[in-house]
T-cell receptor, first 111, second 115 residues
Framework: GESVGLHLPTLSVQEGDNSIINCAYSNSASDYFIWYKQESGKGPQFIIDIRSNMDKRQGQRVTVLLNKTVKHLSLQIAATQPGDSAVYFCAENILAQKLVFGQGTRLTINP | KAGVTQTPRYLIKTRGQQVTLSCSPISGHRSVSWYQQTPGQGLQFLFEYFSETQRNKGNFPGRFSGRQFSNSRSEMNVSTLELGDSALYLC??????????????FGPGTRLTVL
């Protein structure tokens, strides 16, 4: 299938540290990428997006980096807080036709 | 502004039945997309509607269908339910003027269980 989610990779970080979540995308024709955060019992929440003509974009406490050469996307969260605990998904827009989501990474914050 | 709303939030059906899920987009949004989320396959795109027309479609069988009304509200229907259709069905809305590249805002989902 286009995404696998049975066993989510997990990242555990200490509160206050920076987190980096990585994502490899599949299609070199993808031109738009989005990071979503999903908390338990809720739908995905938009965090930040980036278009393929950029390699970095910053938001509030978050930065997305795009490396088209190796088809890699990362989300950096600065000064991680307990409320950042969630599953994080990257999504790629393929030919403006559909969004394909990555498998997701579960971020756990240790006090 | 109110967010995307989905009804019902939970649903239990038996194999062979059909089900209709409803989505109300954010006011002013004209595009509605539907996704299926399961532990095994993750989040998968079903289809997108814009101005009452299906604009994009994922790789799901014809048992999955949808429609959009003139007020942008959307419904999706699954006929002849199978056990594997048990999933969280998510609806997302966007302004729709740039297709899938518009920021999509998700609703809380409808949890469908097929027995």
């Amino acid at each position: 299938g286009e995404s696998v989610g049975l066993h989510l990779p997990t990242l555990s970080v200490q509160e206050g540290d920076n987190s980096i979540i990585n994502c490899a995308y599949s299609n070199s024709a993808s031109d738009y990428f989005i990071w979503y955060k999903q908390e338990s019992g809720k739908g995905p929440q938009f965090i930040i997006d980036i278009r393929s003509n950029m390699d970095k974009r910053q938001g509030q406490r978050v930065t997305v980096l795009l490396n088209k050469t190796v088809k890699h996307l990362s989300l950096q969260i600065a000064a991680t807080q307990p409320g950042d605990s969630a599953v994080y998904f990257c999504a790629e827009n393929i030919l403006a036709q559909k969004l394909v989501f990555g498998q997701g990474t579960r971020l756990t914050i240790n006090p | 502004k109110a967010g995307v709303t989905q009804t019902p939030r939970y649903l239990i059906k038996t194999r062979g039945q059909q089900v209709t899920l409803s989505c109300s987009p954010i006011s002013g949004h004209r595009s509605v997309s539907w996704y299926q989320q399961t532990p095994g396959q993750g989040l998968q795109f079903l289809f997108e509607y814009f101005s009452e027309t299906q604009r994009n479609k994922g790789n799901f069988p014809g048992r999955f269908s949808g429609r959009q009304f003139s007020n942008s509200r959307s419904e999706m229907n699954v006929s002849t339910l199978e056990l594997g259709d048990s999933a969280l069905y998510l609806c997302a809305s966007s302004a729709g003027t740039s297709g899938i590249q518009d920021t999509q805002y998700f609703g809380p989902g409808t949890r469908l269980t097929v027995l």
